[in-house]
């Protein structure tokens, strides 16, 4: 982990899907490497923060609620298409390992907290405050909505995928950069932090 000035390179950098997206160049000790999403690989998400000496973590997720399995919202489906299998696998990488750390931290801080200080002192952790948000609603959901809006280009290479039908949307969520979604996103993101104002400020109040 190392400190840097954030800049549009490294969202483009955090937003590069592997194999969609091109890796962008970013500047590690003095010399260019290039870097894609790292969920990919980042099988800890919380830990580049924790190793710069973060106390306190704030987790923005897009977990889905009551997201079914495969088929599992279709059964009259005799079998799930190539939509949803990329959707699931997709799933599987980019959402799987952040709810996993996070809980895992959680349960490390609380077994700390038991513990009677003098033996907490000698073990090599120590507390971290997470704060995690998931969207309230389906991102699935809401992209299907707005799928019509992706170039036509798109739309035609990813139609024999079936992600303008079904269970397509969960796919296109991943590919949606355009103004309609990204305003809808922020507009939940907006109304889900309201919702849960009370716990926000007393988190950015902790001393």
Not at 71 to 80: K, L, M, V
Not at 93 to 111: G, I, K, N, S, Y
């Amino acid at each position: 982990a190392e400190f840097q000035q954030i800049t549009v390179d490294h969202l483009m950098a955090s937003s590069a899907i592997p194999i969609v997206f091109p890796a962008t160049a970013l500047t590690v000790d003095g010399q260019p490497e290039y870097f894609g999403d790292g969920s990919m690989r980042q099988i800890s998400p919380l830990s580049p923060a924790m190793h710069l000496g973060a106390h306190r973590i704030m987790v923005i997720g897009v977990g889905q609620p009551k997201r079914s399995g495969l088929g599992r919202d279709a059964p009259t489906q005799e079998r799930p298409g190539l939509s949803a299998v990329a959707s699931h696998a997709m799933a599987s990488v980019f959402h799987d390992t952040l709810q996993a750390d996070v809980e895992q931290a959680q349960r490390v801080t609380e077994t700390l907290k038991r513990l009677p200080p003098e033996v907490a002192a000698v073990l090599p952790y120590r507390p971290v405050q997470v704060f995690a948000m998931q969207p309230s609603q389906s991102l699935d959901a809401l992209a299907h909505q707005h799928v019509r809006e992706l170039p036509l280009a798109v739309r035609h290479a990813l139609s024999g995928l079936g992600i303008l039908r079904g269970s397509g949307g969960a796919l296109a969520s991943y590919l949606l950069f355009e103004p309609g979604f990204v305003q809808a996103l922020m507009a939940m993101g907006e109304n889900d932090a309201f919702a849960r104002r009370d716990e926000l400020l007393a988190f950015f109040a902790t001393p």
